[in-house]
């Protein structure tokens, strides 16, 4: 049975940092690029940043760029994406996602809010 199970989300200021986690099952994790998307109220699921399966590439959203940063670790089947100087425009829902050709696996998301 696959899963994605995403933590870390929660309330924090504005110029505050988070650190989402999301712990794969199921699957053969290191085969697998990993992303984290974000959907705000109202708004399309968007990118945030994606990793390549040996964690040897990343890319990132314009905005996120500089901000955000997205690791794995593949022994211990899991995904990270470390948020600094965070925004009020940040405040979304995260998912995580796994990729591998044409197949996708998505986590059931984490509620991140950038309030003060």
């Known amino acids: 049975q696959v899963q994605l199970v995403e933590s870390g989300g929660g309330l924090v200021q504005p110029g505050g940092s988070l650190r989402l986690s999301c712990a794969a099952s199921g699957f053969i994790f290191s085969f697998y690029d990993m992303s984290w998307y974000r959907q705000a109220p109202g708004k399309e699921r968007e990118l945030v940043a994606r990793i390549t399966s040996t964690g040897g590439s990343t890319n990132y959203a314009d905005s996120m760029k500089g901000r955000f940063t997205i690791s794995r670790d593949n022994p211990k089947n899991t995904v990270y994406l470390q948020m600094n100087s965070l925004k009020s425009e940040d405040t979304a829902v995260y998912y995580c996602?796994?990729?591998?050709?044409?197949?996708?696996?998505w986590g059931q998301g984490t509620q991140v809010t950038v309030s003060s």
């Open positions: 996602n796994a990729q591998r050709r044409s197949q996708y696996y």
